[in-house]
């Protein structure tokens, strides 16, 4: 038996709501399976579709795990000394670990022909010290059985393409709550909307003390390539 594990985020640069990790782990027919209905980056997908497909990866899988990664706890990575590609690695990993333990309980590794392909969306530009970095994280007896291959634009393999398709909709979820909360429609959260840079803009007191209880915001995120700034330097 022939098991492909992808993983996947959705939400690594937004000033608002968490980052989702999503992963999947299916069999060669499922993955001939999710081809055939149309599975494919969720970028390239309408919202109707992803959630059509939702259901049916769901339904049509080994197993699956989904992660929230708060943006409190994005905030305060630095306390950790540790940056954004440190954490996303740690998280994959321990979503690998829960995957393989998935299917360690269904009996699924007793039967395998060969190791498991594990493919993971590269958030690094450099892959190869990023991925050194993971399996650091990754449980020796997942390392023993299977082989990580992790790379840029990995959503055109079926297993992350599936993955991004949970990570995305998951935060979909995650967003159209903070909205009831707030009270207002503040568009995608990413600060490339207008909507988002608007709002911020404008109820930026009222959105301090909510967020004080829930901390939705993530007060620093990637402007440039390099440079950080903090949520209040920029509404400023």
Not at 73 to 88: F, G, K, Y
Not at 110 to 123: A, T
Not at 196 to 222: A, C, D, P, S, V
């Amino acid at each position: 038996m022939k098991i492909y594990i992808g993983i996947d985020d959705s939400g690594r640069g937004p000033i608002i709501g968490p980052m989702i990790i999503g992963g999947i782990a299916i069999n060669e027919k499922q993955k001939r399976f999710f081809k055939k209905i149309g599975v494919k980056d969720s970028k390239k997908l309408s919202s109707k579709t992803r959630k059509e497909l939702e259901q049916k990866i769901k339904k049509n899988c080994l197993c699956y795990k989904i992660t929230k990664i708060s943006p409190y706890e994005i905030d305060t990575r630095e306390i950790r000394r540790i940056n954004l590609n440190v954490l996303e690695a740690i998280k994959f990993a321990k979503l690998i670990n829960e995957i393989f333990s998935c299917l360690e309980n269904k009996k699924i590794t007793e039967k395998l022909e060969r190791k498991i392909l594990i493919i993971v969306d590269c958030p690094s530009p450099n892959i190869k010290k990023w991925q050194e970095v993971l399996e650091k994280y990754i449980d020796e007896k997942v390392k023993k059985n299977s082989v990580i291959m992790a790379k840029h634009k990995a959503e055109m393999h079926i297993p992350v393409a599936a993955a991004s398709i949970l990570a995305k909709e998951e935060r979909e979820r995650e967003i159209e709550k903070i909205k009831e909360i707030f009270g207002f429609d503040f568009g995608s959260g990413y600060p490339s909307d207008e909507r988002t840079i608007n709002f911020l803009k404008n109820e930026y007191n009222k959105i301090k003390e909510i967020n004080e209880k829930y901390h939705f915001l993530r007060k620093t995120w990637k402007v440039e390539s390099i440079k950080q700034k903090k949520l209040k330097e920029f509404l400023d």
